[in-house]
């Protein structure tokens, strides 16, 4: 074949099977919050292979540069200074981006075909050429990702280096770390690594250590190993139970068909009450003025 | 040639029609981005983003123009003690049963229906339209508040077109009536047997 994809899971706004006739490895992107010092190196990684520039903010009295993700910055570090139990500080820096979920609200809030597709490997990945500019995708995550560009009016994310790992590279954000806090490999290798992690961590005090791989969204393909994983919410508001909102389910899921069917089944009815019932004529003879 | 009756001035009529072709273009381009099987009809505006970008204006159109509608059919379109009477006949009048239905003004308790459906369901529209318009409003919304508007929007839109798709009908199942959008006029007899209490007004008769 020539060079489109033959591994691709779903696709926005199509309703047939897309071409999907390998089954690569699924990936997943293992970020140890424990390991994580906090220097960006993933962020001027990710900016240097994507090619990306944004614009040179102001700063807001905290670490967290640039503010917020937008359509160049793909990958933030956020910074929450929390005090877990009295008098002890602690420094949690969650490098915020795409999860790629493996239930994505993005590609099914999407109208437009093929502007989101999901690979078998679990690469949730937006095609800008396809995308017309609704932000559906963003009333669809669960984590607030997508970023509509002010330039052209199309959304952008993180595509886990999409285009990288098809040859078989990491992300580029792995290949930088220095302090081996991102790793990257198959799912079941970055679970079982965080096996180990968490064990370590659980040793060193910290008993409520986990994994965070939320079954709301079916799982993601980008995980977190959390010193305190019963309180997502400490990393900067990270949702404990993220899940594609019920509204988003209901617009995009039987609403979409049933409301369809409800106007075609409109349109029948009129027709066959023509045919049946016929018109109103007008029966009186014509009044003389 | 039988005698005619003023029902729709000029004016009127020109702007039923904005509104109408207002609705045409807004109803496709809508469904459009509702269902993927309608996503060919983008086609029709020049590709996905320039739906996206005219769908909101010609909502804006549809809206504006509707309010004068509004405006001037208003008073004419308040409930009477006699449209509860009509409703309950509403079988009789499907089946096309029409003797000894209580006389109708100029409008009728179904045709009654339609207009308080649409003055709800077209600023719903409107507000739901606006906090979800990429890219000049919606980012100032909150991203729950755009799930909520995006699912009114098209709760809105449907029942909206479920009650033009009646009102188109309507028109064509009751002969002579198409013409009174037209023309601007009705024959005395349509008049008569179909809203005598207006008739009566109109003529003295």
Request: aromatic share 10%; charged share 20%; hydrophobic share 45%.
């Amino acid at each position: 074949m020539a060079l489109q994809s033959l591994d691709i899971k779903a696709r926005s706004a199509t309703t047939t099977p897309p071409p999907r006739v390998r089954d690569p490895i699924h990936v997943a992107k293992l970020i140890d919050i424990s390991k994580c010092i906090g220097c960006k190196a993933c962020q001027v990684a990710c900016m240097e292979w994507n090619d990306l520039r944004d614009e040179v903010g102001t700063n807001t009295g905290i670490y967290d540069n640039p503010r917020d993700l937008t359509a160049q910055s793909w990958t933030v570090m956020r910074f929450s200074e929390v005090e877990v139990e009295q008098g002890r500080l602690e420094w949690l820096i969650r490098k915020d981006g795409c999860m790629h979920c493996e239930d994505p609200g993005c590609l099914k809030a999407c109208p437009a075909p093929g502007a989101i597709v999901q690979s078998v490997n679990g690469i949730v990945d937006f095609h800008q050429e396809h995308c017309i500019g609704c932000g559906y995708c963003i009333t669809g995550c669960p984590f607030d990702i997508p970023r509509l560009s002010k330039k052209d009016s199309k959304v952008y994310k993180c595509t886990l280096c999409s285009d990288r790992v098809a040859v078989g590279m990491e992300p580029a954000c792995i290949k930088t770390c220095p302090t081996g806090a991102l790793v990257f490999g198959t799912k079941g290798d970055m679970i079982r690594h965080a096996e180990g992690r968490i064990a370590d961590l659980k040793e060193r005090g910290y008993a409520n250590a986990a994994l965070y791989n939320p079954e709301g969204v079916g799982g993601t393909h980008v995980m977190y190993v959390l010193q305190h994983g019963d309180q997502p919410e400490l990393y900067a508001n990270l949702p404990k139970d993220p899940h594609i909102s019920p509204l988003v389910s209901l617009w995009k899921g039987i609403a979409k068909p049933l409301m369809s069917l409800g106007i075609g089944l409109a349109v029948f009815a009129g027709f066959f009450h023509f045919v049946t019932a016929g018109p109103k004529e007008v029966e009186e003879e014509e009044e003389r003025p | 040639m039988s005698t005619m009756i003023q029902r729709y001035t000029a004016r009127e009529r020109s702007n039923h029609w904005v509104v109408a072709i207002a609705f045409i273009l807004a109803g496709l381009s809508g469904l459009a981005l509702f269902h993927p099987a309608f996503f060919f009809l983008t086609n029709l505006f020049g590709g996905g983003p320039w739906t996206r970008i005219l769908h909101p204006f010609i909502g804006v159109v549809m809206f504006l123009f509707f309010m004068v509608i509004a405006v001037q059919f208003w008073g004419r379109n308040r409930f009477t003690p006699a449209d509860r009477e009509w409703r309950k006949r509403i079988g009789d009048v499907v089946r096309n049963r029409d003797q000894g239905l209580p006389e109708a003004g100029k409008y009728n308790a179904g045709q009654k229906i339609l207009f308080w459906v649409m003055v709800v369901s077209i600023p719903v529209l409107l507000i739901s339209g606006i906090v979800v318009w990429q890219p000049w409003f919606a980012p100032f919304f909150p991203i729950g508040l755009l799930r909520v508007a995006v699912v009114v929007h098209a709760l809105a839109a449907w029942i909206m077109i479920l009650g033009i798709v009646v009102h188109v009908y309507a028109a064509i199942w009751v002969k002579g009536t198409v013409r009174a959008m037209t023309r601007g006029t009705v024959s005395a007899a349509w008049a008569k047997q179909h809203h005598r209490a207006w008739y009566r007004e109109m003529t003295g008769k």
